[in-house]
């Protein structure tokens, strides 16, 4: 008789632990969750004043961006004359016949070297420089992709 009333107790607690039956809900705990969502919509940037002055930032941006990096492009450039004018003054120093010669060769030689570590210190800024733009300038995402992250030509 005792096991008789334990197995009845345990199935009193399965049956109110799912939920006592075949019994529907009234309503479902998310109305929503068949219906399908539309996507949000995209602001238009004719009727919108902020879109306006978001596009205005955007092509500062671009427009810094591409200045920072012609700046680079033209750094590398003077850093690319100044390594060979490096290697010419190294081998007049390797070359020189006499003391005076080798005194003087060296003198150009560590100003040379100076210069180029200056270049290098401003290279790296414009590095840093231009980075940071190229940051601030953005992503575009197409309305398409923003509807639909998986569709061809979305990463």
């Given at each position: ?48 004043p902020g ?68 270049l290098e ?7 840093a420089d ?26």
């Amino acid at each position: 008789m005792l096991t008789r009333m334990k197995s009845l107790a345990w199935m009193l607690v399965v049956l109110c632990a799912c939920g006592g039956g075949n019994k529907q809900a009234a309503e479902p705990a998310d109305p929503v969750a068949n219906e399908t969502k539309a996507p949000a919509p995209v602001p238009d940037p004719t009727t919108d004043p902020g879109a306006a002055k978001a596009q205005a930032d955007a092509d500062r941006a671009t427009a810094n961006a591409d200045e920072a990096r012609k700046k680079v492009e033209a750094l590398q450039g003077e850093m690319t004359a100044l390594d060979a004018t490096v290697n010419i003054a190294v081998d007049a120093v390797a070359n020189a016949q006499n003391q005076a010669d080798r005194d003087a060769a060296k003198a150009k030689l560590d100003k040379l070297r100076k210069q180029k570590a200056e270049l290098e210190g401003r290279l790296a800024q414009a590095k840093a420089d231009s980075a940071k733009a190229e940051r601030a300038k953005g992503v575009k995402v197409s309305p398409t992709c923003m509807n639909n992250p998986l569709a061809k030509g979305c990463e």
